[in-house]
Every structure is written in structure tokens, then in C-alpha cells.
């Protein structure tokens, strides 16, 4: 690793600006300072930590963390990122932009300052630009679960257009015409993509979309039992939901199962699967499968493996993979019900916490 003073020598500066610049401090004019930050991302340059150069990966968000009732992906990816660091002997850090980074400094001196060598980046579409802006200093970056047409945006996504698409025309096969939409309102490419899969779905099979029939909302389980009241208590209430977020797809099932509704004789579910949330509900969830952790652990090999080969070549080459999702059908779809059976589900009431109507035969738990 280059030291300060190799770097100034190369650069025909003095060491004392070189360490101005890591250090932000504003007596260096602007043009030295992007010419310092350029090639010091060039080269791989990581400040020393007393005498050894830490090996810290950073998994950060541009802005809050995701909360905890998005469900599974965020602790699956984590969990792929830690297994991918653990084979180049990498260690990770969260780090959260939007609250630690200084309004005068760059992100590359944001990063150094934090010890960090690489960063693994959670993008939503309104702060794509952060994003944009990391890949243009240079700095070693890989996007997870997002797709950008900037060259210099490395990114690891699954692609869960195809998938959702098959989900909903399996829905239609099965009769169903009437088909609800709860879609997390966080606006990201995941969850864009399987929007526009149920549009195109029902337009390819000659149903128009009712904007009655889709629901944006935050996903968790108190949204899914909201969903499933509003979507049954329309006047032609839906006979099929597709939930994009696995636990929205709980809350519907919880609150079928409060309301006696039966899933999938009264009502078909579709969830949205990033790890094994599907296996811990009876009937188990018909649904688009991604694997989170996958997504977690290729995006820290290449980023460690890219680390590496800058320092020891001078080589990094770029990253823009798409891992294929699947659609798994289980016990939560069915053949439309009857008209009787259908209206006997709507009208069904919780009276002192106890379905009026419940039959006893649909049971679904939460996911550990």
C-alpha cells in the first residue's frame, strides 16, 4: 500500500496536502483536492490503523436502515454478506450516510475516515443519486437488489419481474379475475418490477386493471389485515391476492384466518418469499422466491475479490449481475369459489375475537 508520501511524490504535491485532503480540511484548492481523491481511488489507498490496514466492509444505507417489518430480506442478506466476508477474512460494519457523513466532505473521504474499504449499498429510487455519486469518485462500490444504467454503478439484483408474472397468470389460470394487489409503497426496483408484472398479466389475458383493486402501502402484518378487509369489503369483493412483501402476505393470511375465510377455497394468497418465511404457515405460501442471502454473499466476494485485485494488479473489473428468481406453488391458491361460498366469506364477522363464521380448518402462524 502506497504510503502519504509515495502518493505526493507521485502526484508532485507535498505530503501535507496529501494528508489535508484525506483529512477535509479546507485550505486546498479544489482542483488538487478531486486530483488527490482520483487517484487515491485509483490506486485502492486505505489509511493504516496504527501499523496495520484494516480489512472493513462497509453494508450502508443512504439513508435509515429498513426497518424490521419489511421482513426476512434484510437479516438474510446480513447473513450472505457475513459468510462472503468471512472467506477473504473481511469485517463488516453498518453504516448509516445520511446521519455520519459530513455536509463538506466526499464520500471516498467519508469512507476512508471510517476506516471503511469497500461498501455493499441499499438503494431506494428516490436516492439513487447517492448512489450514482459513490460509483463516480471511484470508489470500491456494489449495489444489492437494484439495477442502474450508469456504467460505473456496480450492482447485484434478482429479477423478479418474470416470476411475479407467472404468479398472477397462475391465478388467472385458476379462474380468478378479480385479483387484489397490496404492494409495498417503498419505492424501489423490486417492487416496481412485480407492479408491472401484474399490470401486464392481466392486460396479455384481457382484463383491464381496476385501480380499486391495488393497495400501496408500508408492508408489515398490520397492513396485510388491512388489506385483506378493504379488498373483501368492496361491492364485488377480489377472489385472489398478490402481496409483494412476505409479511403483508402474513397479515392477509392472519386475518383470513380471524375472519373464518377460508385460504385458498374462499380466497387465493400469493406472497413474496426472500428466505423461508413460506414454510411457516399452513397452508403453506404459494410464492415469488428470491434468496436474499445469495444476493448478500456474491455481492461481498466480488467486492472483496475486486479490493484485492486492485491493490495487488491495479484490476477491477465491473459488476452487473442478475440472479433469476422462482414461483413456487403451494397450498394458498385455488379454483374461484362458488358465488355462495364467496359471499358467505365476505359477510364473515369477528365477535368477541372469535370468527362468527369460522370453520377451524385454515390455520396460519407467524414466521419465526
Sequence with gaps: ???????????????????????????????TRERVLAYINEIGYIPRV???????????????????????????????????????HFDLKLLSI?????????????????????VVLRCFRYNRQVITNIAEEG?????????????KVNFIRADSYPSSRRAVE????????????????????????????????????????DPALVMELPAGI?????????????????????????MTALGIMRRAQERGIDVPRDLSVVGVDDSDVRMHVWPRLTAVTQDASSLGLEAALWLTQAITMRITAKVSGGCRRTIATTFEVNGTTGPVASAASRMAATHSVVVGGTPATARGDTISSDAR
Design 98 to 118: 445520511r446521519r455520519d457523513k459530513l455536509p463538506n466532505e466526499t464520500y471516498t473521504q467519508f469512507f476512508l475516515r471510517k476506516g471503511i474499504r469497500g
Design 222 to 246: 398490520p397492513s396485510g389485515e388491512q388489506v385483506l378487509d378493504s379488498l373483501l369489503g368492496l361491492q364485488q369483493p377480489v377472489t385472489a391476492i398478490f402481496a409483494t412483501n412476505p
Design 50 to 88: 496504527g501499523r496495520r490496514i484494516t480489512n472493513v466492509i462497509a453494508l450502508a444505507y443512504p439513508d435509515e436502515p429498513v426497518r424490521s417489518e419489511y421482513g426476512a430480506f434484510e437479516p438474510a442478506l446480513l447473513s450472505g454478506i457475513m459468510r462472503g466476508l468471512e472467506e477473504q
Design 170 to 209: 397462475h391465478l388467472i389460470g385458476l379462474g380468478h379475475r378479480r385479483i387484489g394487489l397490496a404492494v409495498h409503497n417503498v419505492p424501489d426496483t423490486d417492487h416496481a418490477d412485480r407492479r408491472r408484472a401484474y399490470d401486464d398479466a392481466l392486460y396479455c389475458a384481457g382484463i383491464k386493471v
Design 1 to 31: 500500500m502506497p504510503s502519504v508520501r509515495a502518493i505526493a511524490s507521485r502526484l508532485k504535491v507535498s505530503p501535507a496536502t496529501v494528508s489535508r485532503v484525506l483529512n477535509n480540511h479546507p485550505d486546498v484548492d479544489e482542483a
Design 139 to 151: 470508489f470500491p462500490c456494489v449495489v444489492v437488489a437494484a439495477e442502474f444504467d450508469e456504467p
